[in-house]
């Protein structure tokens, strides 16, 4: 096969993933409510329910009490990234919270807050 037919079939076939993507939705990142972070939460760690979940103003964070813990929910795209809240480094920000965790998969997590909504969930997540 000359290299030509190969490089168009390639574009052609990016082209058409991406097509299709925007034809379905999915090329918005997923928005948070409290039933939907819910959801991705137990989806993320089968066999912790929640206890309660505070979604942020802007739908791509939450803070989830399970199992006497507290986790942190970030979105990635159109899925979801879970971690527990095990005495983070918090650092504030113009646009939310820093925070640094001890997990060698996700060592730092940017929370795009809500300017009034930064203190709350500091004090939240120093409080756990």
């Known amino acids: 096969m000359p290299l030509w037919l190969l490089g168009a079939i390639v574009v052609v076939g990016l082209i058409a993933i991406w097509v299709a993507m925007r034809a379905f939705g999915y ?14 939460f137990v989806a993320d760690n089968p066999g912790l329910d929640p206890d309660e979940v505070r979604v942020s103003a802007t739908g791509q964070n939450a803070l989830v009490r399970a199992g006497g813990k507290l986790h942190v ?5 159109q899925d979801v ?24 998969a996700a060592p730092r ?9 930064a203190p709350t969930w500091t004090a939240l997540i120093e409080k756990s």
């Open 27 to 40: 090329d918005e990142p997923l928005t948070l409510d409290e039933d939907t972070a819910r959801q991705e």
């Open 73 to 77: 929910l970030w979105v990635m795209g």
């Open 81 to 104: 990234a879970t971690h527990v809240l095990d005495a983070p480094q918090i650092i504030p920000t113009n646009s939310g919270l820093v925070l640094t965790l001890r997990d060698f």
């Open 109 to 117: 997590v940017k929370l795009e807050l809500a300017p009034e909504e």
